[in-house]
Each structure stands twice: as structure tokens, then as C-alpha cells.
């Protein structure tokens, strides 16, 4: 396929995203999401994030598999996903679930650095070729369990977690700093929310259901 051919697929890509967002306007309390997000869906070429063989699917408003029984999130849910952050251009992100890369490359173009953990190497290290070859120097990446977060580099501005615990890990609450905000699917297999979680100035956890999700499982110790 040209680039012109992706260029296409991607904007029926944005109308789908902009449609999903209308959809659930009344759960996130507007009707579109932010310009920032969607410049940033704009800008990631997708197609460079999936296996080569799925490269003409690639801006399909679908979940893919990407190997080892992990798939790549639909568009909208990481449109959805990183507008809920509301990342602003000096904000460290912990994102837990790499991939190979995409939503990290998404974060890149709106953080200024993106610390992302993926607990299966192959993809790590697909990822980090990936993300190289896209020119996103901003993102450090980590193998490893995300349970645990990256304690090295904490508190962070914001948290995406790409991967469904039970519950919440007390790890990643812990490192979110003050003021912060997390997504995190949450809850058994067929059961899981998204989780949209505040931290107050003086640490008070909120936390409040968007919609029904399915995400792998997080792997938990």
C-alpha cells in the first residue's frame, strides 16, 4: 500500500474516532475529544506499529494481534484512553503494556517523557526498533512486571495501564503523584471496566467507572 493509501485510511480512522467519541459524550461529559489527542492519532502512522501482514488493517477502529496472544487497542478506546489523561507538554507518563509501541508513540508526541514496561521481551524489543525508526527519543523502555511500576523514575504526572489487574495495584497508585490521573482497565475477565482515577493535592484516590472493556490480563506476582 502508498502512503497515500494510509493517509486515507487514516482519516476514516479520525471520523471513527470523533463518531465513538459523540457516542459516549455523555459518560465523559463533552462531545469531542481533545485537538491535541486526535493531532496526535493524526500523526502516529499506525501501520509502522502492527505486524507487516496486517499493515492494511491497520487503521481499522479494531483491536489486532500483535503476537503471543496480545493484541494492539482499538483506535478510539487509545484516543479515548490518552484524552482521559489530559497529558500536558511537561507531564512524565508511566504507560504499563508497551506492545509494540503504538501507544507510545501516541503519549510521545504529547509528554515530554514516556516510561513504558513490557513484561515480554520480543516485544520490547520490537517495540524499541519501532519507536526508534518513528523518531519518538522521548520514550524509555523497560522490561519487566508492571505491577510494579518503574520506582526509579517516580511520581508520575499521569499512569496508562494497557494490561487489566483485578484490582487496582497499589504500586502504580502509589507512584502517581499528587494531582494525577490514571486509566486502568480494571476487574475480572468478563467483567473489566474502564477506570478513570484521581489523586488529589493531599492524596485522596477517586476513581470512576467509563465503560466496559476487555484488555489481557495483567500479570500479577
Same mark, same amino acid.
Given at each position: 500500500m502508498s502512503a497515500d493509501d494510509f493517509d486515507l485510511l487514516r482519516r476514516h480512522? /479520525? +471520523?471513527?474516532? #470523533? *463518531?465513538?467519541?459523540l457516542h459516549v459524550s455523555s459518560v465523559i461529559g463533552k462531545p469531542t475529544l481533545d485537538e491535541r489527542v486526535m493531532a496526535a492519532m493524526a500523526r502516529v502512522a499506525r501501520h509502522e506499529f502492527v505486524p507487516v501482514e496486517l499493515q492494511a488493517y491497520?487503521?481499522?477502529?479494531?483491536?489486532?494481534?500483535?503476537g503471543f496472544d496480545k493484541t494492539v487497542s482499538q483506535p478510539f478506546i487509545v484516543a479515548l484512553m490518552t484524552d482521559l489523561l489530559d497529558i500536558g507538554p511537561g507531564d512524565s507518563v508511566l504507560e504499563i503494556g508497551t506492545?509494540?509501541?503504538?501507544?507510545?508513540?501516541? /503519549? +510521545?508526541?504529547? #509528554? *515530554?517523557?514516556?516510561?513504558?514496561?513490557?513484561?515480554?521481551?520480543?516485544?520490547?524489543?520490537q517495540a524499541k526498533q519501532r519507536l526508534q525508526r518513528q523518531g519518538c527519543t522521548n520514550v524509555a523502555l523497560r522490561i519487566g512486571n508492571g505491577y510494579h511500576g518503574w520506582s526509579?523514575?517516580?511520581p508520575f504526572d499521569k499512569v496508562l495501564v494497557a494490561a487489566a489487574p483485578?484490582?487496582?495495584?497499589p504500586p502504580l497508585l502509589q507512584q502517581l503523584k499528587a494531582g494525577g490521573k490514571m486509566v486502568v482497565p480494571a476487574g475480572l475477565p468478563d467483567a473489566?471496566?474502564?477506570?478513570?482515577?484521581?489523586?488529589d493535592?493531599?492524596?485522596?484516590?477517586?476513581?470512576?467507572?467509563?465503560?466496559?472493556?476487555?484488555?489481557?490480563?495483567?500479570?500479577?506476582?
Open positions: 480512522m /479520525l +471520523a471513527e474516532i #470523533a *463518531a465513538g467519541a491497520a487503521y481499522a477502529n479494531i483491536p489486532l494481534p500483535i506492545g509494540l509501541g503504538y501507544h507510545a508513540a501516541v /503519549l +510521545a508526541q504529547l #509528554a *515530554a517523557k514516556v516510561y513504558s514496561i513490557e513484561i515480554i521481551e520480543e516485544l520490547a524489543r526509579e523514575h517516580a483485578d484490582l487496582i495495584p473489566q471496566q474502564l477506570m478513570f482515577v484521581e489523586k493535592g493531599n492524596g485522596r484516590v477517586t476513581m470512576r467507572e467509563i465503560l466496559p472493556v476487555r484488555f489481557s490480563q495483567l500479570e500479577e506476582p
